[in-house]
C-alpha cells in the first residue's frame, strides 16, 4: 500500500498491511535523527522512517513580521515572542500580548488583526502533487514540527486554536475565564479568528482540486487528568465551531482530525457527534486516554493517532518496552483505526534509539536509502 491509500483505509478501519505512523518533534530531535540516519533534509528522513503523511499550508504573503533583536520576533497577530532554550530543546515565550489590554470592543480598532489575503492558497494542489503516494494534510502543527515544508516565510495559523491561540495574545488565565463566562472581548477574538480562519481555509482546500485528504485541526481541551472546560461549556461555546470545520472538511472530500494533548475523554463522545475522524494526539498518561480502554469504549467511531507517550514510556522505557507498545497498538487494532507516532514533538530527553525502535516496531523504517 501507498502511504495514501495505508491512511485512507486505516480512518475507516478497512484493513492495512501496516499501521500508518506519523512524525513530530523539535527540531533539535529532527537533526539529531538526520545525523543518526545519514540523511540529509527533512524529506529524506520521513521516508526514512517511513511516515505516511505529509503537510501542506498556504503561504504568507502579509505585511512582514518584524525582528525586535535578542530572539524576539512578531507574529500574525502582533503577539512577540522570544527564543528560549530549555532542557529539552527550544520553545518560544511570549514578551508581548497585544489583546492583554483591550478592555472593550472598541480596543480592537487599536490591535493588529489578519486578513484572508495574506494568504496565498494557489500552489496547494502543486505542494500535493510534489507528495505523491502520501497521504496529504491541510494545515499547521506547529513551527518545531518537521512536518511542515521549508521555505515559508511565516507560519499559518493553527485552526481552531481557540484556547491556545487566545492565551497567546490575552493571557492563559484571561482566555479560560474570558471562555467559561462568555467575556464579550473573548468571544469577539474567537468569532473574528472563526471567520478569518474558515475563509482562509476553504480558500485552501477550493485550491487543492481535491487533493486534499485531511483537514488537520488543533486545539487545547485537556490537562492531566480532566478537561480544561466542562462538556457544558463545551457545547455552549466551542461545538458550534468545531461542527463548521469539520464540515468544510468534508464538504471538500477530506477526513478531518484535531490535535489534542491531555485527557479530553469527557468530550469523545461529542467530538464523535460532530463527525471528527481522528483523535490527534492521544496522551495515554492522560486520564482516561489509556489506549486500551480507548479502544474499548470507541472502536470502529473514531480513529486514533499519536498514542506513544513522551511522560514514560519513550524518555524512560527500554528499547524493548517501546517495541512492545507498539506491539500491542498493532494487536489491538489489526485492521486499522490507529496511526502509531508521538503523543507530541519528539524531546531532547529520549533516546535516538527508542525513536527507531518505534518506527522499527510499526514496520516503516528502511534499511536504507532507496
Known amino acids: 500500500m501507498t502511504g495514501r491509500e495505508r491512511f485512507l483505509s486505516c480512518v475507516r478501519y478497512g484493513g492495512v498491511d501496516r499501521p500508518p505512523c506519523s512524525f513530530s518533534a523539535t527540531w533539535a530531535v529532527a537533526r539529531s535523527l538526520m545525523a543518526a540516519l545519514g540523511v540529509d533534509?527533512?524529506?529524506?528522513?520521513?521516508?526514512?522512517l517511513g511516515v505516511d503523511m505529509r503537510f501542506v499550508s498556504p503561504r504568507y504573503v502579509g505585511p512582514p513580521l518584524r525582528d525586535f533583536g535578542g530572539g524576539v520576533a512578531e507574529g500574525l497577530w502582533g503577539e512577540?515572542?522570544?527564543?528560549?532554550?530549555?532542557?529539552?530543546?527550544?520553545?518560544?515565550?511570549?514578551?508581548h500580548m497585544p489583546y492583554a489590554?483591550?478592555?472593550?470592543?472598541?480596543?480592537?480598532?487599536?490591535?493588529?488583526?489578519?486578513?484572508?489575503?495574506?494568504?496565498?492558497?494557489?500552489?496547494?494542489?502543486?505542494?500535493?502533487?510534489?507528495?505523491?503516494?502520501?497521504?496529504?494534510?491541510?494545515?499547521?502543527?506547529?513551527?518545531?514540527?518537521?512536518?511542515?515544508?521549508?521555505?515559508?516565510?511565516?507560519?499559518?495559523?493553527?485552526?481552531?486554536?481557540?484556547?491556545?491561540?487566545?492565551?497567546?495574545?490575552?493571557?492563559?488565565?484571561?482566555?479560560?475565564?474570558g471562555l467559561a463566562l462568555r467575556d464579550p472581548v473573548y468571544m469577539e477574538l474567537m468569532d473574528r479568528k472563526h471567520e478569518l480562519l474558515m475563509a482562509v481555509y476553504e480558500r485552501a482546500l477550493k485550491a487543492g482540486k481535491g487533493k486534499v485528504d485531511a483537514l488537520f485541526l488543533a486545539d487545547d481541551l485537556g490537562g492531566q487528568e480532566a478537561t480544561l472546560i466542562s462538556p457544558e461549556t463545551f457545547d455552549g461555546t466551542l461545538a458550534g465551531r468545531y461542527r463548521d470545520f469539520i464540515g468544510l472538511g468534508h464538504r471538500y472530500g477530506a477526513v478531518v482530525m484535531m490535535h489534542m494533548c491531555g485527557s479530553v475523554?469527557?468530550?469523545?463522545?461529542?467530538?464523535?457527534?460532530?463527525g471528527l475522524d481522528v483523535l490527534d494526539v492521544v496522551q495515554p498518561e492522560a486520564g482516561g486516554m489509556g489506549i486500551e480502554s480507548l479502544r474499548e469504549a470507541f472502536h470502529g467511531r473514531i480513529a486514533f493517532s499519536g498514542t506513544m507517550g513522551l511522560q514514560r514510556t519513550l524518555p524512560f522505557g527500554t528499547e524493548d518496552e517501546v517495541r512492545g507498545e507498539v506491539g500491542l497498538r498493532r494487536r489491538l487494532f489489526p485492521e486499522g483505526g490507529i496511526i502509531i507516532g508521538p503523543s507530541n514533538n519528539l524531546q531532547g530527553d529520549i533516546p535516538i534509539g527508542n525513536i527507531l525502535a518505534m518506527y522499527g516496531a510499526v514496520g516503516g523504517l528502511k534499511a536504507d536509502m532507496d
Open 41 to 48: 533534509g527533512h524529506e529524506p528522513l520521513l521516508r526514512r
Open 80 to 95: 512577540r515572542s522570544r527564543a528560549v532554550m530549555g532542557p529539552c530543546g527550544e520553545f518560544r515565550e511570549m514578551t
Open 101 to 177: 489590554g483591550v478592555d472593550d470592543l472598541r480596543g480592537f480598532a487599536e490591535v493588529r488583526f489578519p486578513s484572508p489575503d495574506w494568504f496565498d492558497c494557489s500552489r496547494i494542489a502543486e505542494d500535493a502533487d510534489e507528495l505523491g503516494g502520501h497521504a496529504v494534510a491541510l494545515g499547521y502543527q506547529g513551527a518545531s514540527n518537521p512536518y511542515g515544508r521549508p521555505g515559508y516565510s511565516a507560519p499559518v495559523p493553527a485552526a481552531p486554536d481557540y484556547i491556545n491561540g487566545p492565551a497567546r495574545l490575552m493571557g492563559r488565565e484571561r482566555a479560560l475565564v
Open 265 to 274: 475523554r469527557a468530550l469523545l463522545p461529542r467530538l464523535i457527534g460532530l
